[in-house]
T-cell receptor, first 117, second 110 residues
């Protein structure tokens, strides 16, 4: 499809397990964002890439969270030793522009729903 | 960090009525704001935006009002339809980061 694609859509992990969430942005999009959305809350910023460069990772909650975008296209968010508080929807968004100066240029995926049991 | 909050967590309206969803923000230096709609199981979808040099902007059936004096945003939806049922978020944008509020759920009764 033409939109931002995320996989898996649903993931159940046992506490302590490592997980990897994949984001396929819209082809040619320069900017890529990861957000975490807890149940009943608004999305919270995790990290931002411009091409392959991770320009901001200030929102990553702990060193168990790691994101990469090695070729400036597909991105992976990895969570090591998952904890119950990691249960959330992880949203990826991409944009063809470098600066989020226009909201209608940013496209969100449907998210990866992570449940840690 | 930024703080963007909403006054009403749930809003129920009759189909055909107008809806008003409110939002407060904390950073007086913010100069760009966006309203998003999020349906169940989907990612946020852009509705309308406004910059701080404006106090009103209109789209198709939607209007956003910005009151910088009291740091308040509102989203007005005219002739609300069942398809408008969703959670609505306001967000302020600073340095490529979107700071979202906790959302208002809009229920449209037929």
């Amino acid at each position: 499809g033409a939109g931002v694609s995320q996989s898996p859509r649903y993931k159940v992990a046992k506490r302590g397990q490592d997980v990897a969430l994949r984001c396929d942005p819209i082809s040619g999009h320069v900017s890529l964002f990861w957000y975490q959305q807890a149940l009943g809350q608004g999305p919270e910023f995790l990290t931002y890439f411009q091409n392959e460069a991770q320009l901001d990772k200030s929102g990553l909650p702990s060193d168990r969270f790691f994101a990469e975008r090695p070729e400036g296209s597909v991105s992976t968010l990895k969570i090591q030793r998952t904890q119950q508080e990691d249960s959330a929807v992880y949203l990826c968004a991409s944009s063809p522009v470098e600066n989020a100066n226009s909201g209608n240029t940013i496209y969100f995926g449907e998210g990866s729903w992570l449940t840690v049991v | 960090g930024e703080s963007v909050g909403l006054h009403l967590p749930t809003l129920s309206v009759q189909e055909g009525d107008n809806s008003i969803i409110n939002c407060a923000y904390s950073n007086s230096a913010s100069d760009y704001f966006i309203w998003y709609k999020q349906e169940s199981g989907k990612g946020p979808q852009f509705i309308i935006d406004i910059r701080s040099n404006m106090d009103k902007r209109q789209g198709q059936r939607v209007t956003v009002l910005l009151n910088k004096t009291v740091k308040h945003l509102s989203l007005q939806i005219a002739a609300t339809q069942p398809g408008d049922s969703a959670v609505y978020f306001c967000a302020e944008v600073n340095f490529n980061k979107f700071y979202f509020g906790s959302g208002t759920k809009l229920n449209v009764k037929p």
